[in-house]
């Protein structure tokens, strides 16, 4: 081997050792970001990947709120990975719990069909650990690249979810930095690298919306029925706080969320009175909180080009 490819060769075997990837530089991320996709012209198919911040209720939700024509399918588990949905040998805890219900569908062949128009990646909570552990970037590429293989007009989605409430860092403190050192620094800038996605990751920043709303709401009286982050969360059976699991008021935030990204259409004014995947009604917003969760999901998705929605949509 001559001496200049033995040096090659031993430098990347060097780097692969210090676990170097390819990282697109801020500039070239954000340039990605620079022209914002159509709006859709019909219903969209949705197809979720995730775990319980996805749960089965939120995606009812948005199905709702889309109207009808709107159709979604799921693969979910219990803190699944990205990694753990594309590789066969990694189990995904609470895979037969999770997905027993009608609008279940194996992941990889939901992608390799071509039926769904959008394509919502969301990856285990905490997010450090999954870059850190579960190389979320190499499966955002994975994932990405394979849908586009298969429909190479397939809108992708990557869901910022959040952290602990009670997260020793701080929980507004995370989610104003995580957006850009993890979401974006991290698992977009180097999914990316390589050029070869078929297009752009966009983002569902439902972190961010969380962080405008709590702000809002603790920064004054709030609203009926939420003035406190705590009103957005679950509680455990034991009537203790759960520190990540949103109620069907969190839900409902979030569905709006993904309504204003993937329609790319003002939330202000649609109905808050849904229903959960079983039928049931949920716990509905006040009129006063559900205008204040539509007002802040639109404000928030339209300030970031991440979400490929215009700064000027209405």
Not at 137 to 144: F, N, S, V
Not at 224 to 234: H, K, Y
Not at 275 to 281: C, M, S, V, Y
């Amino acid at each position: 081997m001559p001496l200049h490819r033995a040096a090659q060769w031993f430098l990347l075997l060097a780097l692969s050792a210090c676990g170097f990837q390819k990282s697109l530089p801020p500039a070239e991320l954000q340039q990605l970001y620079a022209a914002p996709l159509t709006p859709p012209d019909k219903p969209l198919w949705v197809f979720h990947i995730g775990h319980s911040l996805v749960n089965r209720d939120m995606p009812m939700m948005l199905e709702q709120l889309a109207g009808e024509g709107h159709e979604h399918r799921s693969q979910l588990g219990w803190g699944a990975t990205l990694q753990s949905h594309w590789e066969p040998g990694v189990p995904i805890n609470g895979f037969e719990h999770e997905n027993a219900h009608a609008r279940y569908q194996d992941a990889l062949q939901a992608v390799r069909s071509g039926n769904f128009d959008v394509l919502v990646l969301t990856e285990m909570a905490e997010i450090r650990g999954a870059i850190k552990w579960f190389d979320s970037p190499k499966y955002l590429r994975r994932w990405a690249r394979e849908a586009r293989t298969h429909r190479p007009n397939i809108r992708v989605y990557l869901y910022e979810t959040w952290h602990q409430l009670d997260d020793k860092e701080g929980w507004l403190e995370r989610l104003d930095k995580d957006l850009g050192r993890y979401w974006q620094g991290e698992i977009l800038a180097k999914g990316l690298a390589h050029g070869d996605t078929g297009g752009p990751v966009h983002v569902i920043p439902a972190g961010q919306v969380l962080a405008r709303l709590v702000r809002a709401i603790e920064g004054s009286q709030g609203v009926p029925g939420l003035q406190r982050r705590e009103d957005l969360f679950a509680l455990n059976p034991d009537g203790t706080q759960d520190q990540i699991h949103l109620n069907d008021l969190g839900n409902y935030l979030v569905a709006l969320t993904h309504y204003a990204v993937l329609y790319h259409r003002s939330p202000v004014g649609l109905p808050h009175e849904l229903l959960k995947a079983d039928g049931t009604p949920a716990v509905a917003p006040s009129p006063e909180a559900a205008r204040l969760m539509q007002k802040t999901v639109w404000e928030v998705v339209r300030s970031l080009p991440q979400t490929g929605v215009s700064a000027s949509a209405s």
